[in-house]
């Protein structure tokens, strides 16, 4: 299996590992077929995300997945982050071989998921909202 030089520079040196003390906002998304757990932390300030920090337990296409995402939303306002696409994420790792597209689905996933804890924090979850969160639990594999 061949990976970009990119994708091996964020598995051999993640950014933004860790977690957050009070974290604003948590998100975790997990995978049983493979065992790729993904947890995000949000700090959010005047709906601008500050600080994010991922533990991932996975692979290596995981691990790299998690920390292009983390870099590619920190200082975007939480409904930019929302926008972010697994697609983005491959690109930006100049691509991830087929069989590992789902470890960008998970990290895309696990975002949302502390975007969505967000808006449930903080009073701000709307059914206009909450429908951009449909399929959320879905097992990336199965797409």
Same mark, same amino acid.
């Given at each position: 299996?061949?990976? +970009?030089?990119k994708?091996m520079?964020?598995?051999?040196h993640?950014?933004?590992?860790?977690? /957050?003390?009070?974290?604003?906002? +948590?998100?975790?998304?997990g995978?049983?077929? =493979?065992?790729?757990?993904?947890?995000?932390? !949000?700090k /959010?300030?005047?709906?601008?995300?500050?600080? /994010?920090?991922?533990?991932?337990?996975g692979?290596? +296409?995981?691990?790299?997945?998690s920390s292009?995402?983390?870099?590619m939303?920190?200082?975007?306002?939480?409904?930019?982050? !929302?926008? *972010?696409?697994n697609?983005?994420?491959?690109?930006? *790792?100049?691509? *991830?071989?087929?069989?590992?597209?789902? =470890?960008s689905l998970?990290?895309e996933?696990a975002?949302?998921?502390?975007?969505?804890?967000?808006? /449930?924090?903080?009073?701000?979850?709307?059914?206009?909202?909450?429908? !951009?969160?449909?399929? *959320?639990?879905?097992?990336?594999?199965d797409?």
């Amino acid at each position: 299996m061949q990976y +970009s030089e990119k994708v091996m520079d964020h598995f051999m040196h993640p950014r933004n590992v860790g977690e /957050i003390e009070n974290a604003d906002a +948590s998100g975790t998304v997990g995978n049983a077929k =493979c065992g790729d757990i993904m947890k995000i932390d !949000l700090k /959010i300030e005047h709906n601008v995300i500050v600080d /994010i920090k991922f533990k991932t337990f996975g692979c290596g +296409s995981a691990i790299a997945t998690s920390s292009m995402a983390t870099e590619m939303v920190i200082g975007k306002t939480v409904d930019e982050a !929302l926008q *972010l696409t697994n697609k983005a994420v491959a690109e930006a *790792l100049d691509g *991830l071989p087929p069989v590992k597209m789902h =470890c960008s689905l998970l990290a895309e996933q696990a975002i949302k998921a502390a975007i969505k804890d967000h808006y /449930i924090r903080t009073g701000q979850m709307t059914p206009e909202r909450e429908e !951009l969160f449909a399929g *959320l639990d879905e097992d990336p594999h199965d797409h």
